[in-house]
């Protein structure tokens, strides 16, 4: 089986570079399939039969083995040290579809020993027998989307758990032997107080679980959220309300021991999420599936996002291509990404890719914030500095890319 001992507890030395080629040793998996799409949700997903979702098994597995696939790389496959199976709910899918998807994906690229596959899941989707199979299989990592310990807030959110479920489902883990999970709390929801969100952090800390991710909700055209309400207006909390639930559970969870590592997540030491500090470092990524995106040889890839299309590419063995990534939109994307994360940017990596001029300016750029305390260049690394700095992380990067 894989460990867990290899889950990342701090930046590597030396990360890939943004311009740099090479094959991707992370891959994301997009399985878009729910029993209900949540109120909030503005994902590629939709409500599957099985019928519909072994079709979409047997095309993804389709692209996957797909020569043509991997044609833009060069050279010989490298080790994935991370797979990422995301959505919609994947645990919709059984451990045998599981199995067929992993080892079409085996076939291809090799696994790292000690690879993180991880997989998304909705309590009241898990049993035991379930996981044992996605377990017995390499699954060594499952984030939860509990989003609120309260059955109003739950229902109001559309989603179909209860709270009970939630322990159930953590109970499940640990009994099979997932010990490492998450789960993903939002704040800011129609009729949320700040009693309701302390009582859901209070739960949630009782739980121990090794990495906590916390979100603000954002309301999306096209959604039953963005259909129902307008940023700003009742019944959503204030501004004021949200920025208080984000430093309550900074303050929290940081006195339960966790690790602020990234604005929006907490870890345990040692269990940092490895699949998304591949996304923060802005390395390179497979995306296989409906709507993925891909970062694969200086090219950011999109898949179609409607199965139709999906299918009929698929059928027609053909895979989507992009203009190479630009300079300057790796270097956006660098300090976007990696500006996220408590450790920040490494200035010697950021030289030795883009230059010392485009370093020099946005250091320049970013002097106000360092006088007011909320950015830092010390000891050769660039970082915003939490609370402020993460607070006001998007007003920062607006200055900083005008």
């Known amino acids: 089986m894989p460990s867990n001992s290899m889950a990342v507890a701090a930046a590597p030395k030396n990360p890939m570079l943004p311009t740099q080629l090479g094959w991707p040793e992370a891959a994301y998996l997009h399985i878009p399939f729910c029993r209900q799409r949540c109120h ?27 020569p043509c696939r991997y044609r833009h790389l060069p050279g010989d496959p490298s080790p994935l040290t991370s797979i990422f ?18 080892n079409k994906l085996r076939e291809r690229i090799p696994f790292h020993p000690e690879c993180e596959i991880s997989l998304e899941a909705n309590p009241g989707t898990l049993t035991p027998e379930q996981l044992s199979g996605y377990r017995a ?21 559309g989603r179909l758990h209860g709270v009970e479920e939630v322990y159930e489902a953590v109970h499940n883990l640990r009994t099979v032997g997932i010990n ?10 129609p009729h949320q107080t700040l009693e309701h969100w302390q009582q859901s952090l ?21 959604t039953k959220f963005g259909r129902l309400y307008r940023p700003g207006d009742a019944p959503l909390p204030p501004e004021e309300a949200t920025v208080e639930m984000y430093l309550m ?24 999420c490895r699949h998304n500090r591949v996304y923060w470092e802005n390395r390179l990524y497979f995306g296989f599936g409906m709507g993925s995106v891909g970062y694969e040889g200086r090219r950011r890839i999109q898949q179609p996002k409607t199965l139709y299309d999906y299918f009929e590419q698929v059928k027609a063995g053909i895979h989507p291509m992009s203009p190479e990534t630009a300079l300057e939109e790796a270097w956006m ?17 950021l030289q030795a890719s883009f230059g010392d001029g485009k370093v020099k300016q946005a250091l320049d750029r970013l002097d106000p914030y360092f006088r007011k305390g909320w950015a830092s260049c010390d000891g050769g690394r660039l970082r915003l500095i939490p609370p402020n700095g993460w607070l006001f992380s998007n007003e920062i990067l607006k200055d900083l890319f005008e």
Request: glycine letters at 10%; hydrophobic letters at 45%.
């Open 249 to 272: 559970a900074r303050e929290l969870l940081t006195q339960a021991g966790y690790i602020h590592y990234e604005i929006s997540n907490f870890a345990r030491p040692g269990f940092q």
């Open 40 to 66: 909030y949700c503005d994902f590629a997903t939709g409500l599957g039969t099985q019928e519909l979702i072994e079709t979409y098994v047997q095309m993804l597995c389709r692209e996957i083995g797909s």
């Open 202 to 222: 209070q739960a949630l800390i009782a739980i121990s679980p090794p990495h906590v991710s916390i979100y603000d909700l954002t309301i999306e055209s096209g």
């Open 333 to 349: 994307d660098t300090l976007m990404l990696g500006l996220r994360l408590q450790e920040g940017l490494d200035l010697a990596h």
């Open 137 to 157: 299989l390499g699954v060594n990592r499952v984030s939860l989307g509990v989003q609120a310990f309260q059955a109003e807030l739950l229902a109001a959110c």
């Open 180 to 189: 490492h999970f998450n789960l993903d709390l939002i704040f800011g929801l």
């Open 85 to 102: 199976f995301g959505g919609g709910t994947p645990s919709l899918l059984t451990a045998e579809q599981l199995g067929r998807i992993l």
